[in-house]
């Protein structure tokens, strides 16, 4: 069973940045794409961007582009989402989830691919 944990979120001032992390456990291959969501107060859960099993996709929401990077590193079962630039309207909560695939360039950010999610992290953009 995967198992997802998410941290790093936390308040900040708009233009700073945060680093989020997303641990996975409990499944002994890498064959897995990760995606980051977001949900804010009555709204929708919105895809903010993904990652393939290698590493070598990555998409990312209109609203982040060259704003936040998403990375990996398999050695720590770990994917990260660096985020620059934050302003108010990126203030949900953050989480992580994951789909098991053997294709390893295969990412996308629609929810309904992912079956393995975390518990979400609060992130709050806010002078």
């Known amino acids: 069973q995967l198992q997802l944990v998410e941290s790093g979120g936390g308040l900040v001032q708009p233009g700073g940045s945060l680093r989020l992390s997303c641990a996975a456990s409990g499944f002994t291959s890498d064959y897995y794409a990760i995606g980051w969501f977001r949900q804010a107060p009555g709204k929708e859960r919105e895809g903010v961007s993904c990652?393939?099993?290698?590493?070598?996709?990555?998409n990312y929401a209109d609203s982040v582009k060259g704003r936040f990077t998403i990375s990996r590193d398999n050695g720590k079962n770990t994917v990260y989402l660096q985020m620059n630039s934050l302003n108010p309207e990126d203030t949900a909560v953050y989480y992580c989830?994951?789909?098991?695939?053997?294709?390893?360039?295969?990412?996308?950010?629609?929810?309904?691919?992912?079956?393995?999610w975390g518990q979400g992290t609060q992130v709050t953009v806010s002078s």
């Open positions: 989830a994951a789909f098991i695939t053997i294709n390893q360039r295969l990412c996308v950010v629609r929810p309904n691919y992912y079956n393995y």
């Open positions: 990652i393939s099993s290698s590493g070598g996709s990555t």
